[in-house]
């Protein structure tokens, strides 16, 4: 069958007139298309339609689109008072609520009305799309079009394919999409789809950090900030989303891939939803809010006080070069001697392992031991590690050595992978394993990510950037030490890390 989405007269209708539906009606009418606007309360339409005629004349008053631009989008959305009423559309999308028998029996209802080449699309964010499209006698041109709010600022369509999806539908969402001014992704009927799916490794590994006493929320987020360079660190994200929002979604992703220990949620987040610790909309998460600003803890200062001289963990020659160039620079004396003097400071650079075991390791004094975390370099936030016994004199010194050049230092206890090294290890290890399963095409699930969730890279450009042999240390490292599959290498990462190839590239 041919569909043509560029035609002129392209009509949609939207059955839902709330954030989501008047949001998509907003981008439709920008790009040209004609918008059917219905919903069941009564004054819901009329209230959609006011709300984006003032979005459009903002648009004019910020000399975003000029006013006969703007007139002409108003002009092209109308209210439907009834379903039968968009029987002459082309495209139906739903932006209901969230509850698959509402969906399937809405869809039912249209079947009964549109003409048969009409797309019925979905704006689901969790339910399949298969079970959706299981209601309709012909399940072959239903699909999914999830977009995100606020939609005409999220510049991201996931457009999903169920089982039995035809590839005209989805081909013709992919064009709309571009019409409206956004990019369209393909993604397969998986829990999650893309962006909530990929989204499983940032907040579910901090939690479960925080939740071993690693360190605290305040602190994660600095390092995710400032050291990865995240514009939010989890926690802080966690709370803008909401807990109430947030929580189901982890706890569904897990559940939809039956106890998948990737996906594995925390008791945390359980917790403190029970507690009513929502996030910033109710004032209180994990952080308190005062007029609409998290309240974070202060950092206690550096000490000064510097270590005699230093060993550094000789087992990596250029990491080893760049922590004594601040040693040396901080004018304390590098111990260059096989094994580190008795008063000396011993430096070690674990990838992947804990203080604790690369101390025993390499035959080390643990009371007398930091790890430092050099995944990311070394100029911005560090992260020192201490061991179960470190003495907090050694401690106190290392803090001094690297913080005398004014660059910020985290402390943390013993974690096999630190902090960053095991949020991101996590986040490209999920990406590759959805590029194995063949949720989306790799360039896809990196678009989606970046454009869907504002990660600096995409896990697989980032796994790419870091080395696919470092992160798969990382991982092996970990399962070697938890014991967890939840750290199990995807096989998309082992081979091309074996091969030296880009985590980028598509099956041949």
Same mark, same amino acid.
């Given at each position: 069958m041919t569909f043509d989405a560029n035609r002129a007269d392209l009509t949609i209708g939207i059955v839902g007139a709330g954030a989501m539906g008047r949001g998509i009606a907003q981008i439709a009418i920008a790009g040209g298309m004609t918008v059917l606007l219905h919903d069941t309360r009564d004054g819901a339409a009329d209230e959609a339609i006011a709300f984006v005629g003032g979005m459009l004349a903002r648009a004019v008053e910020?000399?975003?689109?000029?006013?006969?631009?703007?007139?002409?989008?108003?002009?092209?959305?109308?209210?439907?008072?009834?379903?039968?009423?968009?029987?002459?559309?082309?495209?139906?999308?739903e932006a209901i609520v969230e509850d698959l028998d509402v969906k399937k029996g809405l869809l039912r209802d249209l079947e009964g009305i549109v003409s048969g080449d009409c797309i019925l699309a979905s704006n689901t964010s969790s339910?399949?799309?298969?079970?959706?499209?299981?209601?309709c006698?012909?399940?072959?041109?239903?699909a999914g079009f999830h977009f995100f709010n606020p939609v005409p600022l999220m510049k991201l369509v996931e457009v999903i394919k169920g089982v039995l999806t035809d590839e005209w539908a989805a081909d013709a969402l992919h064009t709309i999409a571009g019409r409206m001014g956004h990019t369209a992704v393909r993604a397969a009927d998986t829990p999650g789809f893309i962006v909530n799916h990929a989204g499983r490794g940032y907040g579910t590994e901090a939690l479960r950090i925080v939740g071993e006493s690693v360190t605290n929320f305040a602190t994660v987020d600095r390092i995710m900030r400032e050291t990865a360079g995240f514009r939010m660190?989890?926690?802080?994200?966690?709370?803008?989303?909401a807990l109430d929002v947030s929580h189901p979604v982890m706890e569904s992703i897990y559940h939809q891939y039956y106890e998948e220990p990737r996906y594995r949620p925390s008791?945390?987040?359980?917790?403190?939803?029970?507690?009513?610790?929502?996030?910033?909309?109710?004032?209180?998460g994990f952080y308190s809010y005062e007029n609409g600003k998290?309240?974070?803890?202060?950092?206690?200062?550096?000490?000064?006080?510097?270590?005699?001289?230093?060993?550094?963990?000789?087992?990596?020659?250029?990491?080893?070069?760049?922590?004594?160039?601040?040693?040396?620079?901080?004018g304390v004396p590098v111990d260059d001697?096989?094994?580190?003097?008795?008063?000396?400071?011993?430096?070690?650079?674990?990838?992947?392992?804990?203080?604790t075991t690369t101390t025993m390791d390499l035959g080390l004094d643990p009371q007398r031991t930091v790890g430092v975390d050099t995944l990311f370099g070394l100029d911005r936030r560090r992260t020192l590690m201490k061991t179960p016994v470190t003495d907090p004199t050694m401690l106190a010194s290392a803090h001094a050595l690297l913080a005398a050049d004014g660059t910020a230092v985290s402390i943390i206890s013993d974690s096999a992978?630190?902090?960053?090294?095991?949020?991101?290890?996590?986040?490209?290890?999920?990406?590759?394993?959805?590029?194995?399963? %063949?949720? @989306?095409?790799? +360039? &896809?699930?990196?678009? $989606?990510?970046?454009?869907?969730?504002?990660?600096?890279? /995409?896990?697989?450009?980032? %796994?790419? @950037?870091?080395? +696919? &042999?470092?992160?798969? $240390?990382?991982?092996?490292?970990?399962?070697?030490?938890? /014991?967890?599959?939840?750290?199990?290498?995807?096989?998309?990462?082992?081979?091309?890390?074996?091969?030296?190839?880009?985590?980028?590239?598509?099956?041949?």
């Open positions: 910020k000399g975003k689109m000029d006013k006969a631009a703007a007139d002409a989008a108003a002009s092209r959305m109308k209210k439907a008072e009834a379903l039968v009423n968009l029987a002459t559309c082309h495209v139906i999308i339910l399949s799309v298969t079970a959706i499209a299981a209601a006698d012909r399940p072959e041109r239903v660190g989890p926690f802080e994200l966690l709370d803008l989303t008791p945390i987040t359980r917790q403190r939803l029970a507690a009513g610790l929502v996030g910033r909309k109710t004032g209180r998290a309240v974070t803890p202060a950092e206690s200062p550096a000490p000064t006080q510097m270590p005699d001289s230093v060993w550094i963990d000789p087992t990596n020659p250029e990491t080893r070069e760049a922590i004594a160039a601040i040693v040396t620079k901080a001697e096989a094994q580190p003097g008795g008063r000396s400071l011993c430096i070690v650079l674990p990838l992947g392992k804990d203080a992978g630190f902090v960053a090294q095991r949020i991101i290890a996590t986040i490209v290890n999920i990406a590759c394993d959805m590029a194995q399963q %063949g949720v @989306a095409e790799p +360039a &896809d699930i990196d678009r $989606a990510v970046t454009l869907g969730l504002g990660y600096p890279k /995409g896990p697989l450009a980032w %796994g790419d @950037a870091l080395g +696919a &042999d470092r992160i798969l $240390a990382i991982l092996d490292a970990m399962v070697a030490f938890y /014991g967890d599959p939840r750290y199990r290498a995807s096989p998309w990462l082992k081979r091309r890390a074996i091969i030296g190839v880009s985590l980028l590239s598509p099956e041949s």
